[in-house]
């Protein structure tokens, strides 16, 4: 069992940055590949990156320049850099684990209840 719990989401205006934090726990995080994805009012939860266990990494490309995604394994965290924040970056932002590499939130086995980031126009 891991449990994750993500951090640092907040309302920014639009142009700006948030880092958000998920912290790991309950098994050896590194052993996890994570991810990240979002949901918006009446979307689907939607890819927005994964790092392996090696530290590749993937990125939707609605994200690709804007958002950076690391991990830092003696913290047990891994972390999503967001730039250049839009207001279509609003969303519920989650967490989540997995023993293999992929963008499709179906290979995750482990989730956060999300933390929300809402950018203003």
């Known amino acids: 069992q891991v449990q994750v719990v993500e951090s640092g989401g907040g309302l920014v205006q639009a142009g700006g940055s948030l880092k958000l934090s998920c912290a790991a726990s309950?098994?050896?995080?590194?052993?996890?590949?994570m991810g990240w994805f979002r949901q918006a009012p009446g979307k689907e939860r939607e890819f927005v990156a994964a790092?392996?266990?090696?530290?590749?990494?993937y990125y939707a490309d609605s994200v690709k320049g804007q958002f950076t995604i690391s991990r830092d394994n003696a913290k047990n965290t891994v972390y999503l850099q967001m730039n250049s924040l839009k207001p279509e970056d609003t969303a519920v932002y989650y967490c989540?684990?997995?023993?293999?590499?992929?963008?499709?939130?179906?290979?995750?086995?482990?989730w956060g209840q999300g933390t929300q980031v809402t950018v203003s126009s």
């Open positions: 989540a684990a997995a023993s293999v590499y992929s963008y499709s939130p179906q290979a995750y086995d482990y």
């Open positions: 790092i392996s266990i090696y530290g590749s990494t």
């Open positions: 309950g098994r050896t995080f590194s052993n996890f590949n």
